[in-house]
T-cell receptor
């Protein structure tokens, strides 16, 4: 199985500041055939199910604010919240869909400083 | 806007079978564009994909569960189901049903149920 490792486990950021979450896969999730990274990001607020934010490492879902951005390739990926808002307090998970079984990172908790 | 809702017993005894239902509304489970998945989250832990089923009945399971997992679907009711046998305390988790894409979007979960906590305890 591909192991997804997220860092940090948690971070506290001031409102309006940048939050950066890292995700590393134990093997590449880049498929050279179509030049795509099979990596998604989800947001989970307390008491709610996860919500898909980004697929293909950098493609935002419809309706996701543009302060959320994804980057990276191969085995190293980043989710950036450019200007943290109060409603962004949540757990964030990365997930690979390069090969089954699909696997998730353990999550990064984002809080307000 | 598709909606998914899990239902089933909240308490299961060790060694017995956990049975859950996912009811889909606002969209057809018979769509060729989607698989229907189960994902779980043990208390305080991360997410674990269990498996998916297609409306035709084709299944794909996480090998970690293969020996004790049965998934099924009833397109006439717009529902799909999970049966996990021989449960232990380690199977205590919030169980989510989710819609998974097909083709290039296989493995991407774009809609989720609210989740149901299933506890394994005597």
């Amino acid at each position: 199985d591909i192991v997804m490792t997220q860092s940090p486990d948690s971070l506290a950021v001031s409102l309006g500041e940048r939050a950066t979450i890292n995700c590393k896969s134990s093997q590449s999730v880049f498929y050279s055939y179509n030049s795509n990274n099979y990596l998604a990001w989800y947001q989970q607020k307390p008491g709610q199910p996860p919500k898909l934010l980004i697929s293909w490492a950098s493609v935002r879902e419809s309706g996701v604010p543009d302060r959320f951005s994804g980057s990276g390739s191969g085995t190293d990926f980043t989710l950036t919240i450019s200007t943290l808002q109060a409603e962004d307090v949540a757990l964030y998970y990365c997930q690979q869909y390069y090969t089954t079984p699909w696997t998730f990172g353990l999550g990064t908790r984002v809080e307000i400083k | 806007q598709v909606q998914l809702q899990e239902s089933g017993p909240r308490l299961v005894k060790p060694s017995q079978t956990l049975s859950l239902t996912c009811s889909v509304s606002g969209g057809s489970i018979s769509s060729a564009d989607y698989y229907w998945s189960w994902i779980r989250q043990p208390p305080g832990k991360g997410l674990e994909w269990i498996g998916y089923i297609y409306y035709s009945g084709t299944t794909f399971y996480n090998p970690s569960f293969k020996s004790r997992l049965i998934m099924s679907v009833d397109p006439s009711k717009n529902q799909f189901y999970l049966k996990l046998n021989s449960v232990t305390a380690a199977d205590t988790a919030v169980y989510y049903c989710a819609r998974e894409g097909t083709g290039l979007m296989r493995g991407v979960f774009d809609s989720w149920g609210q989740g149901t906590l299933a506890t394994v305890s005597s």
